[in-house]
C-alpha cells in the first residue's frame, strides 16, 4: 500500500525547554493543522522515555527510562491521523557522555533541554492509522 504525496509547508524551529517532546511535536502539528508529515530534530533532553514493541505480546513495553542527560543523535518520525486526532509516530537515540547509546519508540516522558526541528508537511493523500490483526499495530490504510 502506498500513496503518492506532494510537498506541503516547510516548518523550522526549536521546541520549548523543559517540555515534553512527544507532546510539543503532536501540539505544533495540531496548532498549524499538519495531519500528515515528516520530521527530524535534533538537540538534547535532560531525561528521556522509550519503548519497544513486543512482537510475540503485540505492545509496547517501555525499554528506556533515563534520569540523565543525553544528546538526541536521531529523532526522524512521521505524522498521520489515529482515532480522529494527529499522531506523531517517531523513533529516536540518544548518546550519553561516555558513549553509550539508547534507543527505541519516542514515548511520553522525553523531557527537552534543546531541541531544533524540520516538520515537512505532505499533500495529496490522507493516511489514517487502524489496528493491523497480524502485527497489533495501528498501521496506515488508505
Known amino acids: 500500500m502506498y500513496?503518492?504525496?506532494?510537498?506541503?509547508?516547510?516548518?523550522?524551529?526549536?521546541?520549548?525547554?523543559?517540555?515534553?517532546?512527544?507532546?510539543?511535536?503532536?501540539?505544533?502539528?495540531?496548532?498549524?493543522n499538519i495531519s500528515l508529515g515528516v520530521f527530524s530534530i535534533?538537540?538534547?533532553?535532560?531525561k528521556a522515555k522509550c519503548g519497544?514493541?513486543?512482537?510475540?505480546?503485540?505492545?509496547?513495553v517501555v525499554c528506556v527510562n533515563i534520569e540523565k542527560k543525553l544528546e538526541i543523535t536521531s529523532c526522524i518520525g512521521n505524522i498521520?491521523?489515529?482515532d480522529g486526532e494527529i499522531?506523531?509516530?517517531?523513533?529516536?537515540?540518544?548518546?550519553?557522555?561516555?558513549?553509550?547509546?539508547?534507543?527505541g519508540h519516542l514515548m511520553n516522558g522525553t523531557e527537552i533541554?534543546?531541541?531544533?526541528?524540520?516538520?515537512?508537511?505532505l499533500k495529496?493523500?490522507?493516511?489514517?492509522?487502524q489496528m493491523d490483526i497480524e502485527t497489533g499495530l495501528p498501521l496506515w490504510v488508505a
Not at 503518492?4 to 521546541?15: A, D, H, L, Y
Not at 519497544?52 to 509496547?60: G, I, L, T, V
Not at 533541554?113 to 508537511?121: C, D, L, P, T, V
Open 87 to 103: 499522531f506523531p509516530h517517531a523513533h529516536i537515540t540518544w548518546a550519553d557522555l561516555e558513549g553509550n547509546v539508547y534507543g
Open 124 to 129: 495529496g493523500a490522507q493516511l489514517k492509522r
Open 42 to 46: 535534533i538537540g538534547a533532553v535532560k
Open 52 to 60: 519497544y514493541y513486543d512482537q510475540d505480546s503485540k505492545k509496547y
Open 3 to 32: 500513496k503518492e504525496v506532494n510537498f506541503g509547508r516547510v516548518f523550522i524551529g526549536r521546541f520549548e525547554f523543559g517540555k515534553d517532546l512527544f507532546d510539543s511535536i503532536k501540539e505544533f502539528c495540531k496548532q498549524k
Open 113 to 121: 533541554f534543546a531541541a531544533e526541528f524540520y516538520i515537512q508537511e
Open 80 to 82: 498521520s491521523m489515529k
